[in-house]
């Protein structure tokens, strides 16, 4: 769940920096769809964990765009870059592998201890 909730902050982050950074409006524009792309699919990821990997192609088209967009600030293509690089790497952590499973025969009731 952890890497849902730093999906969640990259993706707010996404949005604020539409605003605070020099994006063109085809940049903003794409920054804001992806941002709550991210978000959406970060959310629901945490009941699906396969979806992850819709993030991971997000994230490569977020970093090709930093790359590609004509007129885009130099702030605005390193912030935009640098957040695609972190959730492409929060994209390849399974949440199954943040919640190890139990060992065996540790579930179930346990018998009453013994005084």
């Known amino acids: 769940m952890q890497v849902v909730y730093l999906d969640l902050v990259l993706a707010a982050w996404l949005l604020v920096s539409v605003f605070a950074l020099g994006h063109t409006p085809v940049s903003a524009t794409v920054n804001l769809?992806?941002?709550i792309a991210?978000?959406?699919?970060?959310?629901f990821s945490s009941k699906k964990p396969t979806l992850r990997f819709v993030n991971t192609a997000l994230t490569l088209f977020?970093?090709?765009l930093a790359v590609l967009l004509?007129?885009?600030?130099?702030?605005?293509r390193i912030n935009t870059a640098v957040v695609a690089l972190v959730l492409l790497a929060l994209s390849a952590v399974s949440p199954v592998h943040l919640h190890p499973a139990e060992p065996a025969g540790?579930?179930?009731?346990r018998p009453p201890a013994a005084d």
Do not use: E, H, I
Request: no cysteine.
């Open 106 to 109: 540790t579930s179930g009731p």
């Open 62 to 64: 977020l970093a090709a």
């Open 38 to 43: 991210v978000g959406a699919v970060a959310w």
């Open 70 to 76: 004509p007129s885009l600030s130099a702030a605005a």
């Open 33 to 35: 769809l992806g941002a």
